[in-house]
């Protein structure tokens, strides 16, 4: 006789064995149509699962997360089911539920093209029509590789020859004919997907993500709760690929990149002009701030990141170069075992502290190639990093005004919905428990008392201490990871750094590892697709161009060129022989903010016609105005 104790602190008892289905009789009619899994002691089960004991039960909808997720789920199987039944032969290897969506990886022989996907998309809303019922079996371990392999899919079969002996292999039935190994839940029937999916790509994955196996085929699905937010994903989806970086990127002249060095960007004039407006706004801000700015070498020994525990944990993804006299050396990573190294020199006092030591530090990181995307996945960037030396007592301080720090930055950037995610001990750590409880309580206390929205990623820290993520949102809601702070009470006394306390006791001091755009390359790829290219001024690579209106007209625009370059303004001056509706044309693609157009009344007037982005309209003033008013554009957003 169980008893079900409810989400609400309802509880129905049960003559005999019940489950999810008899429980949403006992609850709603209407919750019959919703109800698609539910929560039965802290894990997911089908509604069919038999609940033989008390029980705490909450049913899962489509309007909660885990339901959103099922959705996805089935929308793969049935995706795989499609693909099968339309073309006989295929195999099904994985197909997980991702951000978003699902994919499912297959193996065939012939490529799937932009029409398959049409005719699975079509096959799947037969199924979902036909109302397949799902069954869940328990198999035996021997008799599922042996089924498997007699069907001739040997990746399931390998699959399952790699789950540990000790766990059960449950096999998913949709329909009497079509099943896949799977942990589960599931929907009842088929018709509960609904029709708010649609199947997205097809592009290339390797068997287990290894490049030494067989290329597979993996098709992507994205599913919603509603035909509504489908049409806003897809329409973010449109807005993402007219945002594409990679894309503007080269329709801006800023950059691009080559086989000859994989992962490295290539900065043209105007891009590297963006690349140090960030580091002169940010240099400002951190002096502002106490910061002092330091650079310390590229290449540094093995020995140091043995010590650091760099070498344990990185030295796979480590570029590394011998010497003729045999020493190995390693381009450096990150910049924190560097940064000790300058604090260690000459003896500090806590009177010293908090010391903050910020560099825009060159690393290098192996990235596979598959992985590398533009400037948002590099094997080469540039990091915003400060190391902060302080007390124990002071850390909470220091988380705070680091926090403050970050989103003001963000704000002036134009991005004002931030979310932080705390990460505490991972598994695979250095340091002892007590000083990690330390680490821990210290950046949860500043991370409350900044009253700013948090989530918690369980072991999601960094190896040698807790940290929190800054995560901010787009122009069209997407969430980047961006900048990060970590307490650590490890690294310094790996490397030797101590102070002279109150007492004259050598103390080791935390470290604080803070980046606020953490890899300028990525955070310059995301600021180009917030804005899509629109940039502010004062940030724009390419200001202003002027832009004559026939050869005639050239000696005024270069005169008007002259005046906004001792200004400081980023200015060109297009004289080349072109109709001006091409030029205007040709400037607006390149995302220029201002175009100022003369001709022979402005030379007449001493005025100039000015022509901002996006905009049809145009107004002529003053030459002399003009320039002052685009002097003023210029300002940094400095406090």
């Known amino acids: 006789m169980p008893l079900i104790k409810l989400l609400d602190g309802k509880e129905i008892n049960f003559k005999k064995v019940t489950n999810g289905f008899e429980i949403i009789k006992k609850i709603s009619k209407s919750l019959e149509k919703e ?3 539910m929560d039965v002691d802290g894990e997911l089960k089908d509604l069919s699962f038999q609940i033989q004991k008390d029980s705490k039960v909450r049913i899962i909808t489509s ?3 885990e339901g959103l997720e099922v959705l996805r789920h089935d929308s793969a199987h049935i995706m795989a089911m499609a693909v099968q039944e339309l073309f006989p032969g295929t195999q099904v290897t994985i197909g997980p539920v991702i951000e978003n969506g699902f994919y499912y990886d297959f193996a065939r022989n012939e490529t799937f093209t932009k029409d398959d996907l049409d005719k699975i998309e079509k096959k799947m809303s037969e199924i979902i029509d036909r109302d397949v019922k799902t069954r ?18 040997k990746y399931k079969a390998e699959i399952i020859e790699s789950i540990p002996k000790n766990e059960e292999l449950s096999i998913y039935h949709h329909g009497d004919t079509w099943h896949d190994l799977c942990r589960g839940p599931h929907l009842e029937s088929s018709k509960k997907i609904g029709k708010a999916f649609k199947l997205t790509k097809v592009s290339g994955a390797y068997w287990r993500g290894d490049s030494n196996n067989e290329m597979l085929q993996r098709i992507y699905g994205t599913c919603w709760s509603s035909k509504k937010d489908l049409d806003d994903y897809l329409h973010r989806l449109e807005e993402a690929e007219k945002r594409d970086h990679r894309k503007l990127g080269k329709e801006m002249d800023l950059f691009h990149f080559r086989e000859e060095s994989p992962g490295s960007v290539f900065w043209h004039e105007k891009g590297w002009n963006l690349f140090q ?8 801000k951190q002096r502002n701030a106490g910061y002092r700015e330091i650079n310390t070498p590229e290449l540094l020994d093995k020995s140091l990141w043995e010590k650091s525990g760099h070498w344990d944990k990185f030295g796979d993804l480590m570029f590394t170069s011998e010497t003729p006299d045999e020493k190995v050396f390693a381009i ?5 075992p560097g940064c000790v190294q300058v604090f260690k020199q000459g003896l500090k006092s806590y009177r010293d502290l908090p010391l903050k030591l910020s560099e825009f530090g060159k690393v290098h990181r192996y990235e596979p190639s598959g992985a590398l995307h533009g400037l948002l996945r590099v094997r080469a960037f540039t990091q915003d990093d400060a190391h902060i030396f302080c007390t124990e007592e002071q850390i909470t301080e220091e988380c705070i005004s680091v926090t403050k720090l970050i989103l003001d930055i963000y704000k002036d950037l134009g991005f004002k919905k931030v979310f932080l995610k705390y990460s505490d001990r991972p598994e695979k750590r250095v340091g002892e428990d007590a000083v990690w409880d330390k680490s821990e309580k210290a950046l949860l206390a500043a991370i409350k008392k900044t009253k700013l929205e948090y989530s918690i990623n369980k072991g999601e820290g960094a190896f040698y201490g807790p940290k929190i993520e800054f995560v901010l949102r787009d122009a069209i809601g997407r969430d980047w990871q961006c900048g990060t702070l970590q307490v650590d009470l490890n690294l310094p006394g790996r490397l030797g750094a101590t102070f002279v306390d109150k007492d004259g006791s050598k103390k080791t001091p935390v470290m604080l590892h803070r980046a606020l755009f953490g890899s300028l390359e990525r955070f310059i790829g995301i600021l180009i697709e917030n804005y899509a290219g629109k940039l502010p001024f004062w940030l724009s690579p390419a200001q202003v161009v002027v832009l004559p209106i026939a050869e005639e007209h050239n000696d005024y625009a270069k005169k008007i060129f002259e005046e906004l370059f001792k200004e400081g303004i980023k200015c060109e001056v297009d004289l080349r022989n072109q109709k001006i509706n091409y030029k205007i044309r040709e400037h607006s693609l390149s995302k220029v903010p201002l175009l100022l157009i003369c001709g022979k009344k402005e030379i007449s007037e001493k005025s100039i016609t000015i022509r901002k982005l996006g905009s049809e309209n145009q107004e002529t003033i003053k030459l002399t105005k003009a320039v002052k008013n685009i002097k003023s554009l210029n300002n940094l957003p400095i406090n």
């Open 332 to 336: 450096k990573p990150m910049n924190c």
């Open 35 to 37: 109800a698609l899994i």
């Open 136 to 153: 869940r079996e328990v198999w035996e371990r021997d008799k599922a590789i042996a089924h498997f392999k007699k069907i001739g899919e």
């Open 277 to 284: 407006k960030l580091i002169e706004y940010m240099r400002l």
């Open 63 to 65: 309007k909660d997360k």
